[in-house]
């Protein structure tokens, strides 16, 4: 019963199989173009765009664009609050398992 | 309830794949170990040839000059690199993560170790280990980078301090560790620069043994050709003298090729002039060494050139490369000698 409302309480914005790796890569690796996602989880650019925006409007997740010598390239990077969340979610999915 | 189950443990597992992929994310770009690679062969090469006793006789000045001359290289290296990095990164959409940035820094703190090396071993001693002790610190700098990157780099750091410990260990001459270190980093990071992109997560440790014994034999190319070229080095067809003769000779037939030969016995004189902070030399010193063995020496216009036979043995080359180990010195104020300051060291020539 209590499993139960832990799994209610997982974060629906997280608890999404691409959205999940991306944020754990990003997590890992700090910041990520992306050409550098896509290329990773092998989808399409609809596809990673749709669920960036989904990060983006939840606020876990920021863009930023870097000016060099030829187009500026565009880098995701989690926020605090995406970081906080997906720490959260982690705990979360350990206690579901029991690790 | 079965969903979300079967899903939290699909989610860990993801989570877990995707931040050791982000941690292991920082690149070695191709172009970094040629830049790299090619820079450091060529100064290991070259940097003898330009500073080097007759062109810099005082010591500062030559160590100065050699410094700024390694340090503006590398310099240009690294900038070139990063320009060229920073280039092909833009082209392909690609981020220099904050743990490449924070490595490249290790780099330079490895590099910037290396020239400090230099310069303390041209000041303190101990130049003979110096490639040896090169190629340890750069494949401590490569390891450190594997750790963050493909296992390749690992494996490579790995090679690099075995060759590295087993060139000082083996006492190998020194124009052969030269050759040999501008091997590892001329030839060593060319060839690995080919092989960097291929797909190696799934070689096994046999695969990759077999390739370190290929790459191995590579690297080496060059210090076994500098030694069989030391090697077949033969001066026997030559008349060999003694000493007595050859002082007799006019100085035309003295410049000609030829052996000296000092038998067994023979006084060498080591004649040295110790400079210190708080004493000057009163009068230059000279010790008399006995020889334990026949010796044949090579001489090439009115010079010894580095060749030398030690009994029956093969011919050999050292130049101005002695190895001086077990260094004591114990200074004592006796009561009935007075102050005395004795210094021991063993002489490696061979």
Partial sequence: ?99 | MSNHGLSANTQIDAIYSMMDEGQHSVKMERHTLLIWGITAAILILVTDLIFNQTSFPIIWQKITAQSIFISCFLFMAGLWDLKLTRKVRQKRDESLSFTQLQLTKVWWFFVGLVVLLNIGMSVFGGGYMFYGMTMVLIGMAFYIQGLFSVQLLKWTGLMFIAIGIASIALNLHFLVTKWLTAGVFGLGLTSLAFILDKPMTHSTLLKRLLLSVVWFFIVIIPAVLVNQFNLNQKFDGISSLSFIEYKKLGVEEASKLQVIHFPKGTNIPVNFNIDADMFETTQPGSLKLKLTQDLGIVIQNGMANGYFKIGMSDWQNRIDHLRIRDFKMISKVEQIFGPSINIDFSLDVK
């Fill in chain 1, 1 to 99: 019963m209590s499993d139960n409302k832990e799994q209610d309480s997982l974060d629906v914005i997280l608890h999404q199989p691409l959205r999940t790796r991306i944020v754990a890569y990003l997590s890992a690796r700090n910041e990520a173009t992306f050409t550098e996602l896509k290329l990773l989880m092998d989808v399409t650019d609809g596809n990673l765009e749709a669920h960036i925006k989904k990060l983006c409007a939840a606020d876990y997740l920021v863009k930023h664009k870097q000016k060099g010598q030829g187009r500026p390239q565009t880098f995701y990077q989690l926020t605090s609050l995406g970081k906080n969340a997906f720490k959260r979610y982690v705990k979360q999915l350990q206690h579901l398992l029991d690790i």
